[in-house]
């Protein structure tokens, strides 16, 4: 040992470096908790969603624009039953014929697409598709799926 100098060993962790610790676990832990969320955490998915589009064309093949667009989603598979839905959106088409819509399918997966389309005149037609639902956040990122409609 030196003459006149004491050396000091500690094994106590400064208090800042305990606080600094203590903030990094807990934003490590929020930042995991939303990314694998539990029934306790307050995070919350968004429902499965898709979109479809399409254009409402005429008998002579003309755009019909004006047309009432009902698209409805229900699980797989197709069939008549199906397509009264409460996943249902309506919109109408814009002078080139086409329509453009992101709808709530029921499940994760293979969701069944019904559009149903009318003119100003009363003529109607229906066509179906099949599209993934996906829960995603980011409307890009959705599956699509193109229905046009003919009406008669």
Not at 64 to 73: K, L
């Amino acid at each position: 040992m030196l003459a006149g100098v004491r050396l000091h060993y500690s094994c106590e962790t400064p208090p800042m470096l305990i606080r600094r610790t203590h903030v990094g676990a807990a934003l490590v832990l929020a930042i995991t908790a939303c990314i694998f969320p539990t029934d306790t955490c307050a995070c919350t998915w968004p429902p499965p969603s898709a979109k479809a589009f399409g254009f409402v064309r005429g008998a002579t093949g003309s755009p019909v624009a004006e047309a009432a667009v009902t698209v409805s989603a229900a699980r797989a598979p197709c069939d008549a039953s199906a397509q009264t839905s409460p996943l249902t959106v309506q919109t109408s088409t814009i002078a080139d014929g086409s329509y453009r819509v992101v709808i709530l399918a029921p499940v994760v997966g293979s969701t069944c697409v019904f559009v149903r389309a009318t003119s100003a005149g009363g003529a109607s037609a229906s066509a179906t598709a099949i599209v993934q639902g996906r829960m995603e956040t980011r409307e890009a990122f959705l599956d699509s799926v193109r229905v046009d409609v003919q009406l008669p």
